[in-house]
């Protein structure tokens, strides 16, 4: 097969970060839907969230899906970190800080890893490392255009 650059907008290079597809795809094979054990990890950072989602497993259930999605559509290029953030001002009405928001993936990034635990490699390492390194300006520029709690620095 013959690799093609891809470019978004016609100028900036994408990064595919394959490694984060592969890990999302072997967690499931061996553990399946990771949503109750990103939601326990995410609540134990953040305990001020439970009382807005954890009685809601619909909403829960249907969020977890677009979070999993946004993180496999910039992931493998599909959107730029900036096209993928659409939600964030709604959610910075309802007290959604950025510190809430990169929590979140790193919710899902720590559990993949420690559900793979011998199988996470080098490359989902870094691939998801680069991947919330790429959304955390993006996430950061969204909550305070909205208005929102930004952390220091
Ligand atoms: C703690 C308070 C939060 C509340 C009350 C809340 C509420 C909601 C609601 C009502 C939806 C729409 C669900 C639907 O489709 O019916 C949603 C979607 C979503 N939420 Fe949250 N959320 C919260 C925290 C977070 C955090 C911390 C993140 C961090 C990543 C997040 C990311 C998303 C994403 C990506 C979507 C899907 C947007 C889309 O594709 O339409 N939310 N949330």
Do not use: C, K
Request: no cysteine; net charge negative.
């Amino acid at each position: 097969m013959i690799a093609v650059p891809l470019y978004y907008a016609g100028v900036t290079m994408v990064d595919i970060r394959q490694a984060v597809l592969e890990s999302l795809a072997r967690y499931e094979e061996s553990h399946g839907d990771p949503t109750r054990a990103i939601y326990e990890r995410f609540y134990r950072v953040h305990p001020e969230a439970i009382e807005e989602l954890a009685f809601d497993t619909v909403l829960e259930n249907r969020m977890m899906a677009g979070i999993l999605a946004l993180l496999a559509d910039v992931a493998d290029g599909s959107i730029d970190p900036g096209g993928a953030v659409y939600w964030v001002s709604d959610h910075v009405a309802w007290e959604v800080s950025e510190t809430m928001i990169m929590g979140m993936f790193g919710a899902v990034r720590d559990t993949v890893r420690e559900g793979l635990g011998p199988e996470w490699t080098a490359r989902m390492d870094a691939d998801w490392a680069g991947l919330l390194a790429a959304l955390a300006p993006a996430m950061r520029d969204a909550v305070s255009e909205a208005g929102g709690i930004v952390s220091e620095g």
